[in-house]
Each structure stands twice: as structure tokens, then as C-alpha cells.
């Protein structure tokens, strides 16, 4: 379709059209009229669904076309294209492409700026902008882990209104909302009365929803036996007193030869990018004091590790968990991101099904 619209001199209008019929993608996916563009348009490994904007990938296609032939080897070549198309319209196709006029000589120009890449990343961008939809969605880009759901929805396991309610909480559109403006206006939850009806009050505050928070039990418990299989002695929530006398249950201790691992796990949603970083230093800071516990059940423990391992609401990686994953596991790079990538999965998991919670308690 992209070589008939490109080749065929398809005008702008035209591929307007056929954009305007493809985001009917909206319509078959059940999702709000106002939905961002932008996850339609980005990239899979951005969290986006990778769908092509004509208007602009033609133009891009015709505008790289033109600039390479003007800078050939051939002048006869160079003539016939600089005659054809002028050093206007190839500066009004770059402004259109890209937002800004070019900054150097058209002759000059690098055109992967316009590669169907760049496109697509300026699309991202935009949607990372936005204030309540594109909160947060900055730390998704380039995350092929975090995305892994997005190219293939039943090989994960995904039925197709599971498909959408991930659409829903990656875009912050569940439940549906006013947003109107930049701040929207949110009612009081109507489950507990006691917060604001967002997806991260619904996901992770909100009290009737407890009992179905089930994913920080449920990464808990991946790795658990994670660490059991991998040759670790494990055991969960383990009542620790420091030496000032206070209490502590970190979510799991692990122990071999001599190592002890004591980690803490939580489940919040990615307002921004710092979110998880700062969730992992929490955590360390809450445990540490409780090292001298753990070095007091054995005097052959030599080291002990507080470690936090925060993985986002809406399935965001916190990139250094990985580094936990091969202490415990010593695999390769491509095996830690197989793990990281169910994990990641078993959280965006879990959300979706605290949404069919909070839609079945209404």
C-alpha cells in the first residue's frame, strides 16, 4: 500500500482520508474518542502499537527520495530533480515532517531526521508531553521488556479485552474520564469514597481492591522459587528486630554460602522516571538497619545485601533489578531479560485484573 501511495503521487488529502479510516483503530479496540494518538503511532518497543501514519511516512519516503537524487553523482540527475521539486517544497516537507525548518542547506540535510524511526519517535515525544495521558510514559521509551505485550497479545496470554484494559491503563483513560483541559476532573472513587477515581488510585490504593492486589504476592512468589531453583535457601517474610529494637518483615530472605539477600518488593504506579528509583532506595533505606539481625543468626553469613525491587503499576522495569536477577541466577544477558519480561508481565497482570475488580464492584 505504502509503494502505490508513494510511487502513485497520492495527494495529501487522499492520505488524510486513509489515515482518518485507520484510527478507526479506536473504534474496534473499544477505546475513548480522546485517546492519544500517540500509542497508535509509536513503536512497539515504546508502548505503542506501531500503526503508520500515511500522511507522514509518504511524505517522508518522497522528501528522502528527493534529497538523495539532488546530492547524486549524476548531473543530469541533479538538474531534473532540483527542477522538479524546489528548495521550497523540500523545506515546507521538512518543517511538516519534523516541526522546525531545516537548519542548514537543504543539500546538507541528513535524512535519517525523517527516517520512519525519527517519525515515530517524534510521535512518542508528543505523547510524553501530554499532561494527565503522557504522565509517566517518558520511562517506557526504547523498553522492549516493559513493551513485550504490545506486538502480540495472545502469545502473552492477553484476551482481546484484556488487550484493551492494558491500552487503557498504559494511556491513563480507565476509567473513562473528563479531559477536558489539562487538569481533569475526577470524581471520588466510587468503591471507597476515599481518593480520586484514577488508574493509579483504582491499581494501588484504592480499599475495597485489596484483596485483589495480588501481584506484589504474586512476584513474591516467582521469586521464591526463582531463588529455590537456582540452589538459594529461602524464606518469606521473616521477622527481623534490629538493635534498637525495632521490628522488620522484608519480603524474602535468601541465604547460600555464606551470602544472605534480603529483599523487598513493590508494585507502584510510573508517574515518572524516577518513580521506581526512588521506590529501590526506599526500600534499602528501610532494611538496612536490619543487616546486623541477619549477621547474628550465623556467624558463617560474610555478606548481606538489602536489596528493593520495584516493578511499575502499569508494567515498567526498573532496569536494575536485573542485577539481583543475576546474583540469583548467574544467566546470561538474554536470559535475565526472559525474566525480567514475566515479571514485568505478572505486574501489568495483575492491574488488569484489579480494573475487572473495580468494573465488577461498581
Known sequence: MTYKADHGDLKVGKLKE?????????????????????????????????ITKLEDQILAM????????????????????????????????????????????????????I???????REFSKWAKQDWQGKGIACFRSDPVSNTWLANRSKHGLSESEFILALKIRTRTFPPTNLQGKKPSLPLCRLCKSGPES???ITCACKNLKTNRRRHNNICQFLFRLA?????????????????????????VLWR????????????????????????LHKVQKYQPFKGAVYRLDPSIRKVQVWGFPVGARGKWHHLNNDLLREITRKSAKGIMHIAARLSKLALFGSIKICKAFIQGM
Request: positive net charge.
Open 18 to 50: 486513509m489515515d482518518k479510516e485507520i484510527k478507526k483503530v479506536k473504534q474496534w479496540l473499544h477505546l475513548e474518542g480522546h485517546t492519544t494518538d500517540g500509542v497508535f503511532y509509536s513503536r512497539f518497543s515504546d508502548g505503542g502499537i506501531n
Open 62 to 113: 518522497r522528501t528522502r527520495r528527493i534529497l538523495s537524487l539532488r546530492v547524486s553523482g549524476d548531473p543530469t540527475t541533479n538538474t531534473l530533480v532540483r527542477k522538479d521539486a524546489s528548495k521550497r517544497e523540500v523545506e515546507r516537507a521538512w518543517k511538516a515532517l519534523t516541526g522546525s525548518l531545516p537548519r542548514s542547506s537543504v543539500d546538507k540535510l541528513n535524512i535519517q531526521e
Open 115 to 121: 527516517s520512519s524511526r525519527s517519525i515515530k519517535e
Open 199 to 201: 488508574v493509579g488510585h
Open 228 to 252: 529455590k531453583e537456582n540452589g538459594w535457601c529461602a524464606k518469606s517474610e521473616p521477622v527481623l528486630i534490629s538493635a534498637e529494637g525495632k521490628m522488620g518483615r522484608p519480603d524474602l
Open 257 to 280: 554460602t555464606g551470602t544472605v539477600l534480603m529483599i523487598d518488593v513493590a508494585v507502584c504506579m510510573e508517574t515518572d522516571q524516577g518513580t521506581l528509583q526512588a521506590m529501590a
